[in-house]
């Protein structure tokens, strides 16, 4: 049986109705699906469309996904005690590059008046005070120089080193900032990089 459809209306799939006054709506639809009208003895037309077959028993699962949880430790905070007692700046090194070794015994050689205190990358304080500096807590790839309000890394590290050092140290590092820091970062990876192929490495921190 047959349900009778109004006369001058559009069927679509069924009980669906698109009144033919509302040309504006209707035409675009009309004209996409005019290669599927079938003529009814009514003198209605019926549209057939089934789905496309990619579409057809397909279902999209929408997945929300919760961004990374940012770090809400205030690293300066937590590691405030570093310098509660002692203001000194705490010098960050590999502590299993021979090379970092043996620049670590020079600067306590040369630190007659002990204004820099050591701590290696590896361990838990220095992991600490990477974050402090705004680093990876794995990042062993830069001497890192912390001090109380702030930090330096590769080759600024290096000249403010120099700074606390006795003379001539300290003039020595007022000239050498004049060259610009694209080099002198450039020059201090090329020998942090290979540092253990050029100077070995041990199997503990000699600090």
Do not use: H
């Not at 403010?160 to 001539?168: A, N, R, S, V």
């Amino acid at each position: 049986m047959v349900s009778k459809i109004p006369r001058g209306a559009v069927q679509i799939s069924t009980d669906v109705y698109f009144n033919p006054k509302k040309k504006a709506e209707a035409t675009s639809l009309q004209l996409l699906l005019s290669s599927v009208a079938l003529p009814l003895s009514s003198g209605c037309t019926r549209l057939i469309f089934p789905p496309p077959a990619q579409f057809r028993n397909r279902l999209t699962v929408f997945a929300t996904l919760s961004p990374p949880r940012p770090d809400t430790v205030n690293w300066v905070e937590a590691t405030s005690s570093f310098f509660d007692q002692d203001t000194r700046p705490i010098m960050l090194f590999d502590g299993v590059c021979n090379l970092c070794n043996g620049g670590v015994r020079f600067v306590r050689d040369v630190d007659r008046n002990r204004r820099i205190r050591f701590e290696a990358l590896q361990s838990e304080a220095g992991k600490k005070l990477l974050r402090r500096s705004g680093r990876a807590p794995d990042d062993i790839s830069s001497v890192v120089l912390v001090e109380k309000d702030r930090s330096y890394i590769k080759s600024e590290a290096v000249l403010k080193i120099m700074e606390y050092l006795e003379l001539p140290f300290p003039q020595l590092a007022f000239f050498l900032q004049f060259a610009p820091l694209f080099v002198r970062d450039f020059m201090y990876d090329n020998i942090a990089n290979n540092r253990y192929a050029l100077f070995g490495y041990s199997d503990s921190c000699e600090i």
